[in-house]
């Protein structure tokens, strides 16, 4: 925005210049009429018409675009309506992701305004494209009562997956709400999204920011986050509390608690929000001063080696009373998760779940190398995870939860193709409260009043209507993951596996993703370590042996570790790791 406009927005809202000027119009005209000026009457009328439309804009509930900007946010409904070419203000085609295409972002749209998502003449995709990918159909296709899929994340007494120490497991829906904090997000929108996941029935992840006032409101479900600055449950100097962790994780709105290692939007990046965003209302959820610099440190303070983080989740379940605890990250460095994973192994100590993030992620402004060259993309980083699990015949006792562009039933079945139990989405439940893309979310002149803390633009955004439009989206998408899951001739989404999903390659041969992506066999990872079998990938020749449970550092030149015995004996069945 230039200076001067920026200069007359501090005293008068630009946003609301073109209803001022139909005002001024209106004004002008009637007074030129009025004095002998018999033509003006047509400029009066026109600026009435200017200035009736936006009053409708300011009072009506559907649009926040039109509340915030009356008049002249018509120009944008009327350009997607004008031709196909010209939407989104001339700039992208309909499957140019910027980062989401103009297809993905009104197949949300469509979804969460309960609108028929039909398409005529056929999908408008190149299906010759290097890349593009299907699901197999089957000739014998099932039939399948209801699209509420769940899965049970955490121990009990029948054996889904946990460690043996969660007490109170958790039913969790298959699509849910991933991590957006409240200061990143305005308040209406927590309220809006919190309110969706309760009329849904699935859960809400708090983000690092922690649980405000504006999640307890309608007691959705939700996911408690604790990043590296211990909002919620942080003593004076930034440390962890765990008095403050145990009176908010006994609330009967926390189901499950996610430690934040990193993230998709910014891996291996602390943060800092300035003193003047620090809000009454954000210092409260977050338990620092208001007013002072609120910093997330690049890393955590209650641990320092991978079996020190176990065993603080194991800390952290206990003081939550047994609730499933996990952690989230994207990943980096392979001999630092394979640390973690020897640590399982050494201690016996398991995670409930984990949640993998991709690169390709993340609703939080970030710096442009960040955004672009730090991280592994979701499906390299869950292949990962999903295949050092499986090798160590640890797969089946910890639940895998992924985030990172998913916003289609296509693409959650691609994603439990590649491993996952559940997913998780952000900017498609933002494309549900009506965000539209701008990429303002780091300037707080969010034009829909999703991502701001500007309180004139967040209320444009009206809770009661977007509650709808979020509980109608996650229901109409896996709706529309049943069908796609009855297509395959299958019960379950759960049931998809990477021979399911095709995709032509750049040699323009086609080939399921069993034969494009790394598969390893149950146990192959133990054999490896025992010396009984090859190392099942390159991944793991290469960077196994520099992984040690006591240190996130590379051990260069370390020989190979033999697993322990309970870990051997897990595999066969005659010992459980506990």
């Known amino acids: 925005m230039p200076a001067w406009l920026m200069l007359l927005d501090r005293f008068f809202p630009v946003r609301l210049l073109t209803l001022a000027l139909a005002a001024a119009a209106t004004v002008g005209g009637a007074l030129a009429w009025w004095n002998g000026h018999p033509r003006a009457a047509w400029l009066a009328a026109v600026g009435a018409l200017g200035v009736a439309i936006g009053l409708r804009d300011l009072l009506q509930t559907r649009h926040a675009l039109l509340r915030n900007y009356p008049l002249i946010g018509h120009v944008r409904f009327l350009l997607e309506w004008v031709r196909p070419e010209i939407r989104q203000y001339f700039i992208d085609s309909d499957r140019d992701a910027v980062p989401f295409s103009r297809q993905q972002r009104s197949l949300v749209y469509q979804r969460a305004k309960g609108e028929s998502d039909k398409r005529p003449f056929g999908t408008q995709l190149d299906v010759k494209a290097d890349g593009f990918e299907w699901i197999n159909h089957s000739m014998m296709p099932s039939q399948i009562a209801s699209a509420d899929f769940r899965i049970t994340i955490g121990g009990s007494a029948d054996g889904p997956p946990g460690s043996g120490r969660c007490t109170q497991p958790y039913s969790a829906s298959l699509f849910n709400i991933s991590a957006m904090s409240f200061?990143?997000?305005?308040?209406?929108?927590?309220?809006?999204?919190?309110?969706?996941?309760?009329k849904g029935g699935f859960m809400h992840d708090t983000g690092e920011g922690s649980i405000s006032a504006h999640h307890r409101v309608h007691g959705g479900d939700l996911v408690w986050e604790i990043g590296s600055g211990y909002f919620g449950c942080r003593q004076a100097d930034g440390r962890f509390s765990a008095e403050a962790f145990a009176v908010t994780a006994a609330d009967p709105q926390v189901k499950l608690i996610e430690l934040k290692l990193s993230q998709g939007a910014k891996p291996g990046h602390g943060g800092v929000l300035p003193g003047p965003k620090v809000t009454a209302e954000i210092a409260a959820a977050r338990g620092v001063p208001e007013g002072v610099d609120c910093v997330s440190p690049a890393a955590h303070s209650a641990f320092t080696t991978p079996v020190e983080m176990l065993r603080f989740l194991d800390q952290l379940r206990t003081l939550s009373g047994g609730?499933?605890?996990?952690?989230?990250?994207?990943?980096?460095?392979?001999?630092?998760?394979?640390?973690?994973?020897?640590?399982?192994?050494?201690?016996?100590?398991?995670?409930?779940?984990?949640?993998?993030?991709?690169?390709?992620?993340?609703?939080?402004?970030a710096p442009l190398e960040f955004t672009d060259h730090v991280g592994a993309p979701l499906q390299e980083g869950l292949r990962l995870v999903h295949n050092t699990l499986v090798g160590l015949g640890l797969r089946e006792r910890i639940r895998i939860g992924c985030s990172?562009?998913?916003?289609?039933?296509?693409?959650?079945?691609?994603?439990?193709?590649?491993?996952?139990?559940?997913?998780?989405?952000?900017?498609?439940?933002?494309?549900?409260?009506?965000?539209?893309?701008?990429?303002?979310?780091?300037?707080?002149?969010?034009?829909?009043?999703?991502?701001?803390q500007d309180n004139a633009r967040a209320r444009a955004l009206v809770v009661p209507d977007k509650i709808e439009r979020v509980a109608r989206f996650h229901h109409h998408t896996l709706e529309a993951l049943r069908e796609l899951v009855q297509a395959a001739g299958l019960t379950h989404p759960g049931q998809i596996q990477p021979q399911h999903i095709m995709r032509r390659n750049t040699d323009h041969q086609v080939r399921s993703l069993e034969t494009v992506l790394p598969t390893v066999r149950p146990g192959a990872l133990l054999a490896?370590?025992?010396?009984?079998?090859?190392?099942?990938?390159?991944?793991?020749?290469?960077?196994?042996?520099?992984?040690?449970?006591?240190?996130?550092?590379?051990?260069?030149?370390?020989?190979a570790v033999a697993a322990p015995a309970a870990a051997r004996a897990s595999v066969s069945g005659k010992t459980r790791v506990a």
Not at 183 to 198: D, P, T
């Open 183 to 198: 200061g990143a997000l305005s308040a209406n929108a927590i309220l809006a999204l919190n309110g969706g996941a309760k």
């Open 323 to 365: 609730k499933p605890v996990g952690f989230k990250f994207c990943v980096g460095h392979p001999w630092e998760w394979f640390a973690l994973a020897k640590a399982m192994l050494e201690t016996g100590l398991l995670p409930d779940f984990i949640v993998v993030d991709g690169a390709e992620g993340g609703t939080g402004a």
């Open 404 to 452: 990172g562009k998913i916003v289609s039933a296509f693409d959650i079945a691609r994603a439990m193709a590649l491993g996952a139990d559940w997913c998780n989405s952000a900017r498609g439940f933002m494309f549900a409260l009506g965000c539209i893309q701008a990429q303002h979310c780091h300037t707080g002149a969010c034009p829909t009043g999703v991502a701001t």
């Open 528 to 559: 490896a370590m025992r010396g009984e079998a090859p190392w099942p990938l390159h991944v793991f020749e290469r960077y196994w042996h520099q992984a040690s449970p006591h240190s996130f550092q590379p051990l260069d030149g370390a020989p």
